[in-house]
């Protein structure tokens, strides 16, 4: 019989001929064009890329047209149509590594390896380039290696790796502390202080019946801990309600939101719990069928994940009669994302799912009614999966009784940058940023970056106001910048997050996040005149008004806060009160002072007109 | 048109990488011309040969910005008028001469001073007398601040006329009626 | 009784399931669009019908009209934000209308006329985006691609073919064919598909067939988008 291996064991063992075969990655999926995802992120492990005649037969073996195939191949940004490094090595790129030196260690890696960033070396062994953020802010600067993280780098361990690289050791005989990823758990309150058997909520829940379950659930007034803050019940009963069979529980593990890391704690070491919470959507639901949608910069965890649903199914907690009750059958698999933050918003990621671009959907229909494949379907953060445990062990009321009016139980709050002791915490709603800073051993703060780049930045003036869905509502990220830091540089790094992240379905979102990225580096590489802040306030409305998905209207979040709180940031980089040239005239002459071999003063021009009068 | 201003306003045009359509096309506002020399007085102009431009209210200008040279004229302009105007499309967006925009400097330059048949040990020019160009063709509101646009390629006389009038007489000029064109 | 929303303070009828934009057209409002089709379902990328509805900002082509609804369109600072839409579409691509067969018949110029589009404000792209001409009788100028996927939504859902599709993401999104070799000649494209006319700027051309109509007769000449479209609507 022939061995098929596992994906995350051919990565690392780096093979010089495949050991598996584009047919059976296609057998695996089973053929189906709803997983062609899944199946290009497999079929990728092959030769480390996506060939055009790979792309071309998977169409031809799924009966779906190529340009398709090539269309979702090209969307996300860990599938490769042109050839990477057998070692890709991705540095994590949030402003929270950027402050801890990333872009200094990437150039020492390269400089080691002698190879340009975001280029393949010649003999095609290594290729290094940035990430969006890979959600280890409190152990930073990290890294992605054939997708396994690594955290806590330092010159030492840059030397390592590279040396590793040129001898092309494979990743499984590296050195075991570099891929041990810590939960850095700093607070904990009811949750994390939870110490559940498996199955011991959905026995609860299941003695409840379904209507009992689902009326503990609207008494818990457990809202979505993704950032929106919906009515998790009220979510669930329309599903509930709405006309359909085979409806679907997703749990959103697209954690890309930058500076966000609570869900990848709570799937390293309470995934019971997790997928606990989808069982009791299912159960509240009526659902049959459930996905997890895991970020690809998680996908180290799937192994470990997996087996927790393996021994969730040994003990009857999944598949069919689930703990005895007829007619409650509930599966989960796990589904890969590959590098595409927009995923996170619930009906890109249900795009995804099917196998597509992420692209979000127009609204209405909503996804209860009509979600993954047209079926009602419940989107819900891990955390508000993780926390319907605790509504089921101790009753809808007790859970509302912490927290604030109208944000009841507890937050995970992810906390990195400038303090002494970043990691997890967790605390009840209505906690004042003052107190959280004073927590970590904070000191010094000038601002906080609240609920990551599509969030708030709060100034120190507003230390007072709480974490709650009434005051600063965050899905949990909770970056900390001290007075040595440059508020335009944390703005600035957003804004290129964003772009890079825009699906480009929306003219506003796809044009207006690179634009304000060129206003953005124009004033940082020191062109920037008062007429660009006049142009980005005017951008930042339109992305606000027009944009078809939250990633677009979040997008100029940091800039129109930070332009008014840290207003001098800007304004000390201009240099002409009325107007500055849209680009540097004298780097446009560069190319032809080369070909003519000139460097006369007519040769050149003053970029800034003063200089020349 | 409301009362002409006290004294005739001083008007200076140019064309940097553009083709003098725009300028031609400014001519074809015949008879009106009669009326506008009543108005203004010209500057430095290719109707004029004054060579430097002084003092002005009204700056036209044609074409995009292709090489130092042309920098140095739109920034002259932009320094004297008070009011400065992108003429036609090569002004407004780069036009025609932006065409070379996708293709490497070098290739352009080698093109024509290398490869074009008939050339001999052809070399690209470095003599300093020469604007270098730059890398690519831009739109003239991309170097100097521009306070009105009058695309076309080129505008028409009537476009042109109703624009200069609109603007002589205080009145912010609009293209109404199918006088907007950008071809 | 009819249900009726007011647009810019004038009662306008609809039947349930209609759009505000599919509503208003019909009596004879218009709301401009370049990514909407009568015949397909509503995509909402273009955002042009960007109308202010009980306050918030939505699309007109995508969005049910509901009763005693108060939109907003033709006012001001919605048709301020649909010019800088328009502006936006002509900085990211190479839109070089003299020299484009489809000036005179383009939407997306007919548009910038209608608001008065008189310059793109921003930094133009210049992105480099090469010319498909192998196809015998078609010809694909990706220069002007407004993303508006109305080539991809026909060829797909009525020519049944999927010749087109977007690949990348952002600003580098792009049309492509459904061919390996990336070339138009490679897939079973024909001029006669909806695909090949459809599209609503010169981006898919018919060969030998550009010019014919003089300036001075094409449709924009002596038309506006927004004339010419009430009277589609009405017909």
Redesign the interface.
């Known amino acids: 019989m022939r061995c098929v291996l596992q994906p995350e064991v051919l990565v690392s063992a780096l093979p010089s001929v495949p050991l598996v075969t584009l047919d059976d990655v296609l057998q695996r999926h089973s053929h189906d064009p709803t997983r062609l995802l899944q199946i290009l992120i497999d079929a990728q492990e092959i030769e480390g890329w996506l060939p055009?005649?790979s792309?071309?037969r998977i169409a031809a073996a799924l009966h779906i047209?190529?340009?398709?195939v090539?269309?979702v191949?090209?969307?996300y940004?860990f599938l490769y149509t042109r050839p990477v490094g057998r070692y890709r090595v991705l540095f994590s790129d949030n402003i929270t590594d950027r402050m801890l030196g990333n872009a200094e260690l990437l150039d020492a890696l390269c400089r080691k390896l002698w190879i340009e960033p975001g280029k393949v070396s010649e003999d095609g062994l290594v290729s290094v380039t940035t990430t969006s953020c890979t959600g280890l802010c409190d152990q930073g600067p990290a890294m992605l290696v054939n997708g396994r993280a690594i955290g806590q780098l330092n010159h030492r361990r840059i030397n390592e790796i590279a040396e590793l690289i040129r001898q092309q050791r494979p990743l499984d005989l590296w050195p075991a502390e570099y891929f041990s990823i810590d939960d850095n758990i700093r607070r904990r309150d009811a949750l994390l202080d939870l110490d559940m058997p498996p199955g011991a909520a959905l026995t609860a829940a299941i003695a409840r019946g379904r209507d009992g379950w689902l009326a503990e659930m609207q008494a818990s007034n457990l809202r979505g801990r993704g950032g929106a803050g919906f009515a998790t019940a009220v979510k669930w009963a329309s599903a509930r309600n709405a006309p359909g069979a085979q409806k679907v529980i997703v749990c959103n593990a697209d954690e890309g939101e930058p500076g966000t890391f609570k869900d990848r704690v709570l799937l390293n070491s309470f995934a019971d719990l997790v997928f606990e919470g989808m069982a009791l959507a299912a159960w509240a639901v009526g659902a049959s069928e459930g996905f997890l949608y895991l970020r690809g910069e998680y996908r180290y965890l799937r192994p470990q994940l997996e087996a927790v649903l393996a021994s969730r199914r040994q003990a009857g907690l999944l598949g069919t009669s689930i703990l005895g009750a007829p007619g409650f059958d509930f599966d989960i698999q796990i589904h890969l994302g590959a590098g595409?933050y927009v995923c996170g918003e619930e009906t890109a990621l249900l795009e995804s799912l099917e196998g597509k671009?992420g692209t979000p959907r127009?609204r209405?229909p909503f996804p209860v009614i009509k979600g993954y494949l047209g079926r009602p379907t419940v989107v819900n953060n891990v955390e508000t999966l993780a926390k319907t445990c605790l509504v089921a062990l101790e009753g809808g009321e007790a859970f509302a009784a912490t927290g604030t009016a109208q944000s009841a139980g507890t937050k995970l709050l992810s906390i990195s940058g400038d303090c002494a002791a970043p990691g997890i915490y967790e605390y009840p709603f209505g906690v004042p940023i003052a107190r959280i800073l004073e927590d970590c051993g904070a000191s010094d703060t000038q601002a906080v970056q609240v609920g990551g780049a599509s969030g708030m930045c709060l100034a120190s003036y507003e230390f007072q106001r709480r974490i709650a869905y009434e005051d600063v509502p965050t899905a949990g990220a909770f970056m900390i910048f001290d007075g040595t830091r440059d508020l335009f540089d944390v703005a600035r790094a957003f804004v290129h997050f964003f772009?890079?992240?825009?699906?480009?379905?929306?003219?506003?979102c796809?044009?207006?996040?690179?634009?304000l990225k060129?206003f953005m580096d124009k004033l940082a590489d020191g062109h920037g005149a008062k007429?660009d802040l006049t142009?980005i306030d005017?951008l930042d409305r339109?992305l606000k008004?027009?944009?078809?998905c939250g990633l677009g209207s979040a997008a100029p979040n940091p800039v129109i806060d930070t332009l008014q709180k840290f207003r001098p940031a800007y304004e000390r980089r201009l240099v002409s009160l009325?107007?500055e040239?849209?680009?540097d005239?004298d780097a446009?002459?560069?190319?032809?002072?080369q070909?003519?071999?000139?460097d006369?003063p007519?040769?050149h021009?003053k970029t800034h007109?003063e200089e020349?009068? | 048109m409301s009362p002409a201003p006290a004294r005739k306003l001083r008007v200076a045009t140019t064309s940097l990488a553009g083709c003098f359509g725009c300028h031609m096309s400014f001519l074809d506002i015949d008879e009106h011309l009669f009326e506008l020399v009543e108005l203004i007085e010209f500057d430095r102009s290719p109707l004029t040969d004054i060579k430097e431009v002084g003092p002005c209210d009204i700056g036209i200008i044609e074409g995009g910005v292709c090489n130092?040279e042309n920098?140095?004229v739109l920034?002259e302009f932009?320094?004297n008028c008070k009011t400065l105007i992108a003429l036609g499309a090569c002004a407004v967006n780069g036009g025609l001469p932006a065409q070379r925009n996708h293709l490497?400097?070098?290739e352009c330059?080698r093109e024509v001073y290398q490869f074009r048949p008939g050339i001999a040990n052809g070399q690209?020019?470095?003599d300093?007398?020469l604007?270098?160009?730059?890398?690519?063709v831009?739109p003239i509101?991309?170097?100097?601040?521009i306070d009105y646009f009058l695309p076309g390629c080129p505008p028409s006389g009537p476009a042109i006329w109703k624009f200069l009038t609109d603007l002589i007489a205080g009145r912010t000029p609009r293209l109404t009626g199918g006088l907007l064109h950008y071809d | 009784m009819t249900k009726q929303f007011l647009l810019d303070g004038q009662p306008v009828p609809f039947e349930d399931g209609q759009t505000i934009l599919e509503a208003a057209r019909i009596a004879g409002h218009y709301i401009p669009s370049l990514c909407w089709h009568k015949d397909f379902a509503?995509h909402?990328?273009?955002?042009?019908c960007?109308v202010k509805a009980a306050g918030r900002?939505v699309?007109a082509c995508?969005t049910?009209a509901k009763e005693g609804w108060e939109v907003e369109s033709n006012s001001p600072e919605m048709n301020g934000?649909r010019r800088?839409?328009l502006q936006?579409?002509f900085?990211?691509g190479n839109h070089f209308c003299p020299s484009c067969e489809k000036s005179g018949n383009c939407e997306l110029q007919a548009l910038g006329y209608e608001y008065e589009m008189l310059t793109s404000r921003?930094?133009h792209?210049y992105p480099d985006r090469p010319v498909d001409a192998s196809h015998p009788d078609v010809l694909l100028d990706f220069n002007r691609c407004?993303?508006c996927e109305l080539c991809v939504r026909a060829s797909?859902d009525v020519d049944g073919k999927?010749?087109?599709?977007?690949?990348?993401?952002?600003?580098?999104?792009h049309l492509?064919?459904?061919?390996?070799s990336g070339r138009l000649a490679d897939t079973d494209f024909a001029k006669d598909d909806l695909a090949a006319n459809i599209c609503p700027v010169g981006v898919i051309l018919h060969k030998r067939e550009g010019f014919a109509v003089p300036i001075g007769e094409r449709t924009y000449d002596n038309a506006t988008i927004r004339s010419k479209k009430l009277k589609e609507s009405s017909s």
């Not at chain 1, 008004?545 to 078809?548: F, K, L, R, T, V």
């Open positions: 055009a005649p792309l071309t047209p190529r340009a398709r090539e269309g191949a090209g969307f940004s595409a671009r127009i209405p772009a890079h992240e825009s699906c480009g379905f929306c003219t506003p796809r044009v207006g996040t690179a634009l060129g007429a142009d005017w339109l008004n027009a944009s078809h009325d107007f040239p849209a680009f005239l446009a002459l560069a190319e032809a002072r070909l003519t071999a000139r006369d007519g040769a021009l007109e020349e009068k | 130092a920098v140095h920034r932009r320094r490497p400097l070098s330059l690209i020019p470095n300093p007398e604007p270098l160009p730059l890398d690519k831009r509101h991309e170097v100097v601040r | 509503p909402g990328s273009c955002k042009l960007i900002h699309s995508a049910p934000e800088g839409l936006m579409l900085v990211e921003f930094r792209f407004i993303f797909r999927s010749v087109f599709a977007l690949t990348g993401r952002g600003i580098d999104k492509v064919v459904n061919a390996e």
